[in-house]
């Protein structure tokens, strides 16, 4: 089986630009998580969804948004960019909506560098 | 917020050594995961740790967890180069989310 997969691997923005980053779920997986990763820190959480409906938010501006597809496929936006978004975001799946009693299981992330 | 705070922030050993890392935190869990990072890459999920255990082994790491003090260490035994990484733990969140300290950077120098 597929691991999760994100899209793209690489991206590079300037300050006020839009970003829109892409992720599938392992197969039969229906929750999916967003983290964003600065560098030197730990992932720190943004959304969780779950059945196409928000079930989690973390502490991050409304420039932040996500979705997800009938096909359990996630897209997180983000708006105005700024230098601060440079990080990693990870995407991370899991079969239910089971809080961390569960192992989520990540892809290997999205490097967003902003000019 | 932080909920997990790995000790030490950074840690270097010879091939073969053991490597111990541990992590505190501050309320009360149902579990506490112990995740790897290779070279800012995904995180690879090591192993979960329910609170009515007290040790648990997976291979050569084990993990111990203490409910009463709050911690938790992982223990890597005969450690080779390939364990270079960052070492996270993580407890739960309130909204289903996981809680990850700054994590603890190994190098196993060959």
């Known amino acids: 089986d597929a691991g999760v997969t994100q899209s793209p691997t690489h991206l590079i923005k300037t300050r006020g630009q839009h970003v829109t980053l892409r992720c599938s779920p392992i197969s039969g997986h229906k929750s999916v998580s967003w983290y964003q990763q600065v560098l030197g820190q730990g992932p720190q959480f943004i959304f969780q969804?779950?059945?196409?409906?928000?079930?989690g938010r973390g502490n991050f501006p409304d420039r932040f948004s996500a979705r997800q597809f009938p096909n359990y496929s996630s897209e997180l936006n983000v708006n105005a960019l700024l230098l601060g978004d440079s990080a990693l975001y990870l995407c991370a799946s899991s079969r239910e909506w089971t809080g961390s009693r569960e192992t989520q299981y990540f892809g290997p992330g999205t490097r967003l560098l902003v000019l | 917020s932080q909920q997990g705070e790995e000790d030490p922030q950074a840690l270097s050993i010879q091939e073969g050594e053991n490597a111990t890392m541990n992590c505190s935190y501050k309320?009360?869990?149902?579990?506490l995961q112990w995740y790897r990072q290779n070279s800012g890459r995904g995180l690879v999920h090591l192993i979960l740790?329910?609170?009515?255990?007290r040790e648990k082994h997976s291979g050569r790491l084990r993990v111990t967890l203490d409910t009463s003090k709050k911690s938790s260490s992982l223990l890597i035994t005969a450690s080779r180069a390939a364990d270079t990484a960052s070492y996270f733990c993580a407890t739960g969140g309130s909204q289903g989310n996981l809680i990850f300290g700054k994590g603890t950077k190994l190098s196993v120098k060959p």
């Open positions: 740790i329910r609170s009515n255990e």
């Open positions: 969804y779950y059945e196409k409906e928000e079930r």
């Open positions: 309320t009360s869990i149902n579990n």
